[in-house]
């Protein structure tokens, strides 16, 4: 895509205001940046000709649902979750992979995981001209933005991130943290997503 050749982390900072790495202004949840956002994704995809992918990513609780929610909402986008796309509670890379391969590649899709079954479920196809939401932990990685028109990051406090995560998902997920967290920690280890995004909010 033409976009991938400017520098992630430089050009949607300066055409969203309030979006500087790491600072939301004071006050302002991230949801409220949301026509902001949309817009400038769509700024982007118009000056390339092609369709607005955004990709929102962060760990556990940082409001990535929310706020893709919005965004998708605003854009008239196609919104894809990751937590359909893992495949169990060890398929955080391998959703990441997916997001290149199938949401965003040729396929134009993803298999769904039923977390009920523990196994696969159907396919989801994606239509390939439309605009398109990708928010969850792994969105966002070396090999995914090249492909996207805006990329988000989104952090809060440890604290912060528990009560909202563990207050929507409950014991299962508590059961679940650490071993969750591992692998939260190693893909932004091994792929730093912070300084891959155009906007970083504190939320």
């Known amino acids: 895509m033409p976009d991938a050749e ?14 500087a790495a790491g600072d939301s202004p004071p006050g302002t949840a991230a949801g409220d940046l949301a026509p902001g956002l949309a817009a400038a ?18 760990r556990s609780g940082t409001g990535k649902t929310t706020l893709g929610a919005q965004v998708a ?15 169990g509670w ?19 899709g993803y298999r769904r995981w039923d977390w009920e079954a523990d196994g696969p479920a159907d396919w989801a196809s994606v239509d390939p001209d439309l ?10 990685s070396r090999a995914s933005a090249p492909l996207a028109s805006l990329r988000v990051w989104l952090e809060s406090d440890d604290a912060v991130r528990w009560d909202r995560a563990i207050g929507r998902d409950g014991e299962v997920f508590a059961r679940e943290w650490d071993r969750w967290a591992a692998q939260e920690h190693a893909f932004i280890a091994a792929e730093d ?5 155009d906007v970083v909010l504190r939320t």
Not at 131 to 140: F, H, N, R, S
Not at 193 to 197: I, M, Q
């Open 6 to 19: 400017r520098p992630a982390g430089t050009a949607a900072r300066d055409r969203v205001p309030g979006t």
């Open 41 to 58: 994704a769509a700024g982007v995809a118009a000056a390339s000709g092609r369709r607005a992918v955004v990709l929102i990513d962060g």
């Open 73 to 87: 909402e605003q854009l008239g986008a196609q919104l894809v979750h990751l937590d359909d796309l893992y495949p």
């Open 90 to 108: 060890d398929g955080l890379r391998a959703a990441a992979d997916a997001v290149v391969t199938d949401v965003l590649g040729a396929p134009s």
């Open 131 to 140: 605009p398109i939401v990708v928010e969850g932990c792994g969105a966002l």
């Open 193 to 197: 997503p912070a300084a891959l995004a």
